[in-house]
């Protein structure tokens, strides 16, 4: 099993700035990768970003320009976002897919949630 532990978010203003920390443990063969999703207020779960194994990069459209990935994906992976908009106001959510015993078997994970608000 794996376990994901989320911190950051917060309240900022529009134009600021937050961080969210993601860090993955636990007992299992592999890291695939680490992203993030968001879920808006009556919306559903939406792709914000992810780091694969091989350091590939990607992120949503509406934050490509704004958000960036650092640190280590077998340790502790950060997504720092900048001139943050009310349009980001969500609760987001830490994800990684996992493998576990060979890389023939994966598994989805999720972390607790973390709640950024955008607003004035």
């Known amino acids: 099993q794996a376990q994901l532990v989320e911190s950051g978010g917060g309240l900022v203003q529009p134009g600021g700035s937050l961080t969210l920390s993601c860090t993955v443990s636990?007992?299992?063969?592999?890291?695939?990768?680490v992203g993030w999703y968001r879920q808006a207020p009556g919306q559903e779960r939406k792709y914000v970003a992810s780091?694969?194994?091989?350091?590939?990069t990607n992120f949503a459209d509406a934050v490509k320009d704004r958000f960036s990935i650092s640190g280590d994906l077998n340790n502790t992976l950060v997504l720092q976002m900048n001139n943050l908009k009310p349009e980001d106001t969500g609760v987001y959510y830490c994800?990684?897919?996992?493998?576990?015993?060979?890389?023939?078997?994966?598994?989805?994970?999720w972390g607790q949630g973390t709640q950024v608000t955008v607003s004035s």
């Open positions: 994800h990684a897919e996992i493998h576990h015993g060979d890389y023939t078997s994966l598994k989805d994970y």
């Open positions: 636990g007992n299992f063969f592999a890291i695939r990768g």
């Open positions: 780091r694969a194994f091989d350091g590939w």
